[in-house]
């Protein structure tokens, strides 16, 4: 939009004087000086389709009322959003979206956060004045993880052109005429590409609905919170949905940097690992339960064994790239002060084929942090430091593992468990069992990336944090504290801080010399 | 009744749609006149000949062409010839009975917005027309007269019958290119204004089959032959298509200004069985009605918005004293409702709402408040959407409402 000019226009909305770049609509000239204008079609990710009628103001020298996402600002506009006819002519809107609309509200799973029970509060009337049959539409599966629900359909076609212009699947668009209008799939076809679920979040209203959430919670009691998605080194910027601690759902969350409003169906509906069965509940040494005093004081004998034995020699880390960075730099820490700072190893999920849409990427890496490992550790130490030289290394003799895995559904290298048996004494910090925790000696129950805080760096080298969006579940701690307290242990003292403590010790690393963790933010921060 | 017809001078005479029946008047000597000259001279000539577009906004057309930008190619020409608005069946006559006229106005048109490509979009229902068009497409190609260089003049034309599918909103500029361009037919967002960017995002220039008919004219006779005709702000002559309650219902060709009880009297034959009349639609469904005591308006743009309605597309309906009003826009407010695309929420839900509230009142089920609904939801339809067809649905609406409340209210049981 601005690749041909950016000088700025002078305008005035609402009486106030307002300077934003020429080429801009006014819809988003205002929201971008918080200045509400409601509306249904428009989707600032989407084109401009212009059906809803909602955002209209009164532009002077235009004799009818303008729609805002489709007038480009001029020089000295004036800008009505609230003028009397304004006001009213979106009252008569609101009143036609709802003539055929069935208000089923109190068993819509789009309650709450629906644009028509937004909008009605504003403009809605109290009492309806259409008294004669409705429009009845379809409701129909458009797909597994998709529902449809016609009559509640204002046709604002963001779906439609999701699939147009984002996933460029196109499978949906408007059939039939007037008030008959409604949204389908075409005939043979079903919306089962990976980015499917985004049309659930686009739908402005209650018509396209996630199969996996329908009927899961009222958005009202949950707990919502901040978060990024793990499943590929994109990383998505979400919304993690709760309801007594359990997770809902996993919403994307703008970012225009990163994923704009959308992520992919993998990373939203990977979430059920986090509350199953398979999750360590406390430390354990050789199958037995124990305290996490006794964990940490055998995790210290175990270590200080080890080095004393074979002065560092025989010690070594294997720690997967879904660890974040403040985990990755205490590990380095502990070898560096403690250990052979040459012991720690890396691994990572198979890398897979990028899959690309026209407005959309999914790296075919499904490792969120390989660039926070290359930060860190450096690039060189990192690529010399695959599962297969940790093979060799055990071929050479090894007494001690330990084991940083952080993978989803317990997923830990193959071709490690084959030589594991080599290697006398497995120490584990992950937070599911799994074929290697069968093998440990000492299990320290870590959490997930929804339970704790920390930063990652995505592939395009932007720092975003992690926050909590629950209360752990079972007995784990995050591996950055279980680390710092371990240090403290064979220290002998110290104190444990947490994540943005940790990250500020990190500035002394070179690439997070000038960032300040509270300035990372909601969206994250570019970094070199 | 001096007038001789110019437009529809010879489709009474049979074999008057074939090649050597047109070439026998002195047929496509306006095209050949035109390619002499340069464009603009020939988009001159037509803004000085006063030319109103006849699809029923009465742009000036030769101001339309005008808009087209210098730099950017290719240009399109689509000439509307999907004829739908209820009660006009003028450009039918000429693309069955004389298709050469239309032709030869495409070229001269193209030849002035150096456009080397024209669609004829043909309204689905009109087979026969269509049939017809192509026959002279191939005929004109045989001559020499579309194709490459034609008329030897290095200018090369090439012409497409595009057919519509039966629906009314095609009929409107934007949604006509939708469909053009392959798509269903939606009205498109404006501006960017067609001649800007049109057809596959090219300028475009849509003008009506009647319109490009009176080009021929235009340049054998002269613009100022052409001011001769009608009045000082609605030059020329123009079809009306009379039909309803009069004797001859039919085409008739008159000057722009022609009183409209002449029309209907003298041209039409007069009211059927001899009875009153109630109502006149004087241009087509979408405009409002004009009452008996109007009847020595003159046919003219001006006039009929002096007058509050609007000329149109020149389809006079007349209504005798015998017709129930309410009975009658119900029929209007389905065939909005029939036919408004949904795009746009006040259209989508306005128009059906009105044709259901209208047979409400019809089934005798009316309640009071019904009436002051309406003409709300009209003014929330009015002025509020992508196209016209809203304000199209509303316009009649409010019209027969306010202009007959009485039968409404009659039919209100309370």
New interface residues.
Partial sequence: MSDTTNTMVSLRINGKEYKVESGTTLIQACHNNGIDVPHYCYHKDLS???????C?VKVEKIP??A?AC?TIVTEGMVVDTQAPEIVK?RE??M???L??HPLDCPVCDQAGECKLQDYSYTYGRSVG?????K?VKHTKDFGSHVKYWGTRC??CTRCVRFTDEISGTQEL??F??????EIDIFPGMEIENPLSMNVVDVCPVGALVSSDFLYQARVWFMEQKNSICLECSVGCNTRIDSLDNEIKRIVPRDNQDVNKSFMCDYGRLNFNYVHHASRIESPMAEGKHISWKEGIDLFKKKIQDSINKNKGKSLAFLVSAWNDNETLYLVQRLTKDFLNESDVFFFMKEREKDQIFPKFRISGDRNPNVQGIKTIFGTDYFDKRPVKALLERINQGLDTLVFLGGLPNGKVPKELMDDLDKVRDTIVMDYSHSEITKKASLILPSLTYMEKSGSYINDQKRLQRILPAIDPIGGGKADSIVLQELMNALKGEGSVLSASGVFDQMRSLNAFKEVNYRAITDNGIPIE | MAFEPVLLKYINIENSEKMDFYLSHNGYEGAKKALSMDPKAVTEEVKASGLRGRGGAGFPTGLKWSFIPADKKPVYLSCNADESEPGTFKDRYILERDPHELLEGIIICCWAIQSNQAYIYIRGEFTLGAKIVNRAIKEAREKGYIGKNIFGKGFDLDVFVMRGAGAYICGEETAQLTSIEGSRGNPKLKPPFPAVVGLFGKPTIINNVETLANLPHIMNKGADWHKSFGTEKSPGFKIFSVSGHVKKPGNYEVPLGTPLREIIYEYAGGVLNDKKIKAVIPGGSSTPLITPDQLDITMDYESLQAAGSMLGSGAITVLDEDVCMVDAIWNLMRFYHHESCGQCTPCREGTGWLEKLVRRIKMGEGRKEDLDNILEICANMQGKTICVLSDAAAMPMKSYLNTFKHEFEAMIRD
Avoid: T, W
């Fill in positions: 401009v389709a212009g059906n809803c009628r909602m209209l009818k009322p729609i489709a002519a008569g809107v009143e036609f979206l003539v055929n004045r259409f008294k004669e049959e429009v204002i046709v668009a408007v039939n005429r007037g008030d008959h209008s």
